[in-house]
């Protein structure tokens, strides 16, 4: 990718399903190698902002730029240039973990698969198990290959949705130190999740996404995180209160 001022570029970016909106005109820009978190509420439309943000569903209104590409275009290579993270892993539990990143290696056009599939395994410590069956791996286990799924064709921009769902605490802080590692001053994260402590600890950027839109954006300079979870849960109350919910 080209160096560019901001990896990602949002302008009142909305996503509708009938009568609910989703997203709900969000706004924001998220310099090249910044890593911003977001939280909120389930059913506050951060999943849907990362389906649009990868490709995955088109806004209904506004617009949004990913490594320089404009996401309604469907730009085979903006694909290039992003990683997803998710609790859904998006791996094959009868292959092997080699297998697995074998066949996203040649699904990237990468050179030498196997060479980049082993490398990518041993990353995030799993080369001992590189020959057994996923189905036999743990949550923890799982999360880490997905990293080295998303990672594999090197992409500028990461994108993590919930990637701590179901993780015991030993298994978070694993899976934290590997997603640390990633983020440099070349690669961009944006990060949803619930686990505050791990979110503001990870970030440089702090969102609050409530009823499909940004109740709160702020560099994690600005922000008193020890009074973050009390203004969490009045910006959640206070949103619910005008929706008379």
Known sequence: ???????IEVQHLGKAFGTLKAV???????????FLTIFGPNGAGKTTLIKILSGLTQPTTGTAKVAGFDVAEGHPE?????????????????????ENLMFFAR????????????????????SPRRNDRIRTFSRGMLQ???????VLHDPAILFLDEPFTG????????????????HDRRR??????????????MCDKVALQVQGKFAFLENIADVDQGQFESMYFDAVRDNQFAMGL
Do not use: W
């Open 1 to 7: 990718m080209e160096p560019l001022e901001n990896a």
């Open 167 to 182: 993780l015991d605490l030993h298994a978070t802080n694993v899976l934290k130190g590997h997603l640390q590692k990633l």
């Open 188 to 201: 961009t994260i944006l990060m949803t999740t619930h686990d505050i402590p791990c979110g503001l600890e």
């Open 107 to 126: 699904m990237h056009g990468l050179d030498q698969p196997n060479d980049r599939a082993l490398k990518a395994i041993d990353e995030v410590g799993l």
């Open 144 to 150: 880490r290959l997905s990293i080295a799924r998303a």
């Open 24 to 34: 709900n005109g969000i706004s924001f820009e998220l310099k090249q190698g910044a």
């Open 78 to 98: 903006m694909r290039k240039e992003i990683g997803v993270i998710s609790h859904a892993t998006a791996l094959y539990a009868d292959l092997t973990p080699l």
